[in-house]
């Protein structure tokens, strides 16, 4: 069985096109998309009289046509934000105060996450290829009960999935960041979920975690050090261990045949702890690129046959 594993696409309309065509590119049974589905910014389109302005890439820009404003719009979601367009009295109103561009955020994130749950019924065939996707640290607690409802998407969080005889175990929550994100807990608490997804796995043997939360000290897990401001020291040149000791000690524990993470877009490789193999994708979101890996699974044998860590 093939299996196109990717993960913190963080908005990216270009990078979910991507995902979706995986599957057929690399001919594989399944996509997994790991964590951090959606993004985290909107863009105010402001509706003048005749034309419309928007800021975006340190630009401001003025658009004359439909076909202007449609453009941005699509560069605008490439690149993981979410374009919205308002009067500017609708901008002048919204007030950090009263929760209105949270508001209005959610909104514009729901919107766009029933968009993708189209294309996707779309491209795998109206289910007949198995998506799996999952929440991340940075995805807002609506996205679950949408892609629950999804008929061709399966929502992982805290489940055992069956797939193709092996059983992928997830966990979208990740230890403590600077952010304070929305899924982020203690190390104690992260090992109480992990406890209570993995009891639920029926053959140790042909065990694959799916956690955000790549494992502390692995090289899996090694981001830009902070300063007090919290600004990369360095230039960003230092580098320092962040993932999850439960998430390690959970490996070494239970020893699944094969872990995959993401949370930690610069650590992209794989690494061996015990017997099992661990492995982190990255991701160049802002880039455009899709980061991923290729996983050929045996399922008579319960192994990894081979893997690639692919970029697209």
């Not at 658009?63 to 979410?82: A, M, N």
């Not at 109480?192 to 494992?215: E, L, Y």
């Not at 094969?258 to 802002?286: D, F």
């Amino acid at each position: 069985m093939k299996v196109f594993f990717a993960t913190d696409i963080h908005g990216s309309e270009i990078c979910w096109r991507k995902f979706l065509n995986a599957a057929a590119f690399y001919k594989a049974d399944m996509v997994i998309l790991g964590g951090d589905v959606t993004g985290k910014v909107l863009v105010p389109i402001l509706a003048m009289p005749g034309y419309w302005e928007v800021s975006f890439g340190g630009q401001r820009m003025r658009l004359e046509t439909k076909t202007e404003l449609d453009e941005i719009q699509r560069k605008i979601r490439d690149r993981g934000s979410y374009p919205s367009v308002m009067a500017p009295e609708e901008l002048d109103a919204l007030s950090e105060e009263d929760g209105s561009v949270d508001r209005r955020f959610t909104l514009e994130m729901t919107r766009g996450l029933d968009r993708w749950l189209d294309m996707a019924d779309g491209k795998l065939r109206g289910g007949d290829i198995p998506c799996i996707l999952n929440g991340g640290n940075d995805d807002i607690w609506e996205i679950d009960d949408i892609i629950e409802q999804s008929p061709c998407v399966s929502f992982a969080e805290s489940k055992v999935l069956d797939i193709g005889g092996f059983y992928l175990a997830s966990m979208g929550w990740t230890n403590p960041t600077p952010w304070n994100t929305f899924r982020e807990a203690p190390e104690d608490v992260l090992a109480t979920k992990i406890d209570a997804v993995v009891s639920q796995i029926p053959d140790m043997g042909r065990a694959v975690f799916n956690f955000h939360a790549p494992p502390y000290g692995t090289g899996l897990d090694e981001a830009p050090a902070l300063d007090e401001n919290m600004r990369p020291t360095h230039g960003g040149a230092v580098m320092k261990p962040v993932g999850s000791k439960a998430v390690r000690e959970a490996i070494l524990k239970y020893e699944p045949m094969l872990s995959v993470h993401g949370h930690i877009h610069e650590s992209r490789g794989t690494a061996k702890l015990g017997r099992t193999l661990s492995m982190n994708p990255g991701s160049s979101y802002t880039d455009g690129v899709l980061q991923g890996a290729v996983l050929d699974l045996n399922e008579k044998k319960g192994k990894v046959n081979r893997y690639l860590l692919v970029n697209g």
